[in-house]
């Protein structure tokens, strides 16, 4: 498989269309970064078996203080 992709944040990413996209860059051999409301996804986590990728998974807190810290912590372990 050539990698087109080596890193990508996906927002709303733990179900519906958000982890169809994560999933397909995942496919492309992309390291995956999500946030989402979700406090927990365990199709997020799937991502990783047999494909060779790393996956993180940020909670997004609606609390708008708590929820800009994830979004640093995000940035930062992302360095973007």
């Known amino acids: ?5 080596t ?4 927002a709303g990413g733990g ?3 958000g982890l169809a996209i ?6 492309l051999g992309a390291n ?3 946030l989402d409301v979700l406090e927990d996804s365990d199709e997020v986590a799937k ?9 993180k998974y940020y909670w997004y807190v609606r609390n708008q203080s708590l929820a ?3 979004v640093d912590m995000l940035i930062l372990d992302t360095q973007c």
Do not use: F
Not at 7 to 10: I, T
Not at 47 to 52: I, P, R
């Open 47 to 55: 991502l990783e078996e047999g494909t060779g990728i790393k996956t």
């Open 7 to 10: 890193q990508h944040r996906v």
């Open 68 to 70: 800009k810290g994830e």
């Open 15 to 17: 179900r519906g269309l």
């Open 1 to 5: 498989m050539t990698q087109i992709l």
């Open 22 to 27: 994560a999933r397909g860059c995942a496919e």
């Open 32 to 34: 995956i970064a999500v």
